[in-house]
């Protein structure tokens, strides 16, 4: 044959095999057979899926854990991370514990990475025990996954090989956050990393993404501490949509409407959680205070907004609704009178009543 024949042919049949889609359901719960489907594979070349022997797996993760404990952990991360191509379903006993195989060496692996500074392989280490391996220590995973994605978000990323510096992607940041709130339903993990999915994405000017992470944290988990800054958090990003009182004021009602819910769920702060510290605690009730001030004020100038806005449309209807108005001669000035007195009920304190009093003394006073 034709050499030239032959590669295109092996490059082509190489593509229809990469390009295929795979099986298997990505979700926690799939059957044993859909799991093995959720790793990677060993290579281009060769696409072997099945479990790994059970008999060699022992075997690598036995060496392994002697490297381990030798500190010799760039032998034992080899080792370790073949269990992240194919899956294992071995069990093993070394010094007087009980192992299973597959999760144990991807836990292990994640911890070596994690100390390396490559905390984006250690994410994925550990993502791919919460699906795979549905029956491992899943608190633990959880708690190692938050920790990771949190320290990719928010700390200095370390330089690879202590030279090459590493960038930061907020979009990934909020996609490995929004996998952790999928993957650990439930009141201990899953709104932590709603929380903190909500303020990276407040952060990198994703407000819809914050919308959205701030309620499903509400809804989903609404007897949990955090929903007391969620609720906070919601009347501050739609106060900063505020345009003035020139604008449509969808924005100002609905930060109006967060700042007084919170202000009356949140009178009194929420408890403290079996999940926090006593530090964390006096922490959090500091910071509600500061939040609970910063509320008051929102609510305050949120009314301002809203009752100034009145003003101009009354003063619309006033100067030109005789031109829309279908029975203008009839109502008279009766339309405008009820905008200016709704912006004396929405701010009473405010320079938008004083306005709208005044005005509604001059129609009156013309009308005697």
């Given amino acids: 044959m034709n050499p ?5 042919s092996l490059i082509v049949l190489c593509t229809g095999s990469f390009l295929y889609p795979q099986k298997g359901n990505p979700n926690r719960g799939s059957s044993p057979d859909e ?22 797996a022992k075997s690598w993760f036995r060496d392994a854990y002697n490297f381990d404990k030798q500190d010799k952990s ?78 990719l978000a928010k700390d200095k990323l370390p330089r690879k090989w202590g030279v090459i510096p590493r960038f930061r992607s907020g979009t990934q940041d909020r996609s490995r956050l929004n996998q952790i709130a999928g993957l650990a339903r439930g009141p201990r993990f899953a709104p932590r990393a709603l929380m903190a999915l909500a303020e990276i994405s407040i952060k990198d000017d994703k407000s819809d993404e914050a919308v959205d ?41 609905k930060a109006l409407n967060f700042f007084e819910d919170y202000l009356i769920l949140y009178a009194i702060p929420p408890a403290q ?17 500061l939040r609970k001030a910063e509320a008051e004020k929102g609510r305050k100038e949120m009314r301002q907004v809203l009752a100034a806005s009145k003003v101009e449309v009354g003063e619309y209807v006033e100067k030109y609704g005789k031109f829309y108005l279908t029975r203008w001669r009839e109502l008279g000035d009766g339309p405008a009178i009820q905008f200016y007195n709704e912006a004396i009920t929405t701010a009473p304190e405010s320079s938008a009543a004083r306005e709208a009093e005044k005005k509604i003394a001059d129609l009156r006073s013309a009308n005697e």
């Fill in 4 to 8: 030239r024949i032959f590669i295109w």
């Fill in 35 to 56: 799991e093995e489907y959720l790793f990677p594979g060993t290579g281009f070349f060769i696409k072997n899926r099945k479990p790994y022997d059970e008999n060699e």
């Fill in 74 to 151: 760039s032998k034992a991360l080899k080792l370790y991370e073949k269990f992240a191509k194919r899956r294992s379903d071995a069990s093993l006993e070394l010094d007087g514990k009980m192992f299973q195989v597959g999760p144990e060496s991807l836990f292990r692996a994640a911890k070596i990475r994690e100390t390396k500074g490559d905390w984006s392989k250690s994410f994925e280490h550990l993502r791919l025990i919460a699906q795979a391996y549905t029956n491992y220590d899943f608190e633990l995973v959880a708690e190692s996954l938050m920790r990771v994605s949190e320290r």
């Fill in 213 to 253: 992470a701030l309620d499903r944290l509400v809804n989903l988990y609404p007897e949990n501490y955090l929903c007391e800054q969620a609720y906070f958090l919601l009347a501050t990003i739609y106060q900063n949509k505020v345009g003035g009182p020139s604008y449509d004021q969808g924005a100002t009602l």
């Fill in 273 to 289: 959680s079996a999940h926090e510290t006593t530090e964390d605690y006096e922490n959090r009730l500091q910071e509600t205070r």
